[in-house]
DNA sequence: TTGGCTGCAAATATTTTGCACTGGC
DNA sequence: GCCAGTGCAAAATATTTGCAGCCAA
């Protein structure tokens, strides 16, 4: 886990190293995405910057997240079904564990990434870029329910 | 690689199974499926259908690719950018390599999946139903046009 | 015969784009 | 002051839904 302050001290390093503005909403932003702990989406992060400015628009979340995305500084995961989800603690690939039910994401400890990467590589010709490991399922709280009906 | 023609047989025996029709229409789109070797969008088997059924809306290809998903005869791939993809010849989750440039989709060969899934459920708590593993990047073809361009 | 299937159009959902105005640097 | 960023609306995508007529079983 990433310390936030750190996150968004080196979110802002990164873009005013491209030149970028930092304008109240993206701080705003940044400190959203910073201090997140777990995957929001593109709607989420909105809903919340509208608290501190409420004519901000949609638009401005994706272009900024787009922004972010090209700095490397935030991952986009494209979950079937749920739309896109970004995070900004680890902007890096990484596994996702995601309930079917709740929605609920987490990063589960996995280590073997990179050499499976390098295999494949080897044997496809394939230069790899990057790569996406998702499992599907129920958490915890979720089979419970399902086996103990209201 | 499934035999097409098994594969044929096997998902029309499903569909009657469980009350569906085999219609014209159904019939083409089932034969696309199982011959595809490559993994079609739904607007590509779209055009494909509309060889043999020129009337034929996107709206019925959508229709049956969900019904077929739901009788676990297509696997549904969703991809960044390029939309959902389909696979007919392995209905089961599997390895994805991807060419980020032209699209080009291929299966590699990775077993411990299996295991995987296993220990990540161990580890998370969570029960898992399926799972998605892709990697991105450049195939070769891609790969030489970039070193050496027009 | 009849209810599932088809095809058309309209509705949804999500993300992108165009553009005039504004404000960070 | 310049130009990147913002916000609004419209456009572009991709997929789903409603419904009247049709046809496979």
Redesign the pocket.
């Known amino acids: 886990m990433a310390d936030p302050q750190k996150r968004l001290e080196q979110m802002i390093r990164r873009?005013?190293e491209?030149?970028?503005?930092?304008?109240?909403?993206?701080l705003a932003?940044l400190r959203i995405i910073a201090e997140s702990k777990g995957h929001p989406?593109?709607?989420q992060i909105f809903e919340q910057?509208k608290a501190d400015?409420?004519?901000?628009?949609?638009?401005?979340?994706?272009?900024?997240?787009?922004?972010l995305k090209d700095l490397g500084e935030v991952l986009?995961l494209?979950l079937a079904?749920?739309?896109?989800?970004f995070d900004g603690n680890k902007p890096y690939p990484h596994p996702h564990v995601i309930c079917t039910k709740c929605g609920q994401i987490i990063d589960p400890e996995f280590e073997p990434m990179a050499g499976i990467s390098r295999e494949i590589a080897r044997q496809t010709g394939y230069k790899i870029t990057h790569e996406q490991l998702n499992f599907f399922g129920l958490c915890p709280k979720c089979q419970q329910e399902g086996q103990a009906p209201e």
């Not at 491209?18 to 993206?26: D, E, F, H, V």
């Not at 400015?53 to 787009?66: D, G, Q, R, V």
């Not at 079904?81 to 989800?85: F, L, Q, W």
């Open positions: 873009l005013k491209k030149g970028g503005r930092l304008t109240p909403q993206r932003m989406s593109a709607e910057i400015f409420p004519t901000t628009s949609l638009a401005t979340i994706y272009k900024t997240l787009s922004l986009e494209n079904g749920v739309g896109s989800r």
